[in-house]
């Protein structure tokens, strides 16, 4: 067992645990962020993607020992307030989940997603997230809630700016 410090949605997070342990299993089974999905275990499926410093990571294959001084967000870490994120808020409004397994990983990749392509293609948005599964098949949900993050965060800084960008 060794000390580390997690920075996780913002805040400092002591852990007590191995350095090899995964940041997938600190998340759910030591710190019960069990939004954090296992899937594979073996970076197929994103079921697991978290950000780190802002880059979808697959969480099953990062190291504790390595997961210090970068900032992890979970998704538990997009929503503020009480108030969904946009592209929580998006998923949510054009139902794009069955069982809702993979929607946690889906909603990371996104965000990093809308973070580099802020108004995306479909072929882009396709490209972005192939390595996130979907076993429920929802993916046409999934690019149009995509869209519809893209528009609401549009829609927001023209609200907050008062300024049209486009
Ligand atoms: S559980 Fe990590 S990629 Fe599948
Ligand atoms: S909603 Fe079931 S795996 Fe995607």
């Keep these: 067992m060794n000390d580390f410090l997690l920075k996780i949605n913002g805040a400092d997070v002591p852990v007590r645990a191995p350095g090899e342990e995964t940041l997938l299993s600190v998340l759910r089974n030591r710190l019960h962020l069990t939004g954090t999905k ?14 780190i410093d802002g880059v979808a990571t697959r969480s099953c294959q990062a190291r504790l020992a390595t997961s210090t ?83 609401l965060a549009v829609a927001g800084e023209k609200g907050g700016s008062g300024h049209a960008h486009e």
């Design 38 to 51: 296992y899937g594979c275990g073996e970076g197929q499926c994103g079921a697991c993607t978290v950000l």
């Design 69 to 151: 001084g970068v900032s992890i967000t979970t998704i538990e870490g997009l929503e503020h307030g009480g108030l969904l994120g946009p592209v929580q808020q998006a998923f949510l409004d054009e139902g794009a989940f069955q069982c809702g397994y993979c929607t946690s990983g889906m909603i990371l990749s996104a965000t990093a997603l809308l973070h580099d392509h802020p108004r995306p293609t479909d072929a882009q948005i396709v490209g972005y997230m192939d390595g996130n599964v979907c076993r429920c098949g929802t993916y046409p949900r999934i690019t149009a809630a995509i869209h519809r993050a893209s528009q």
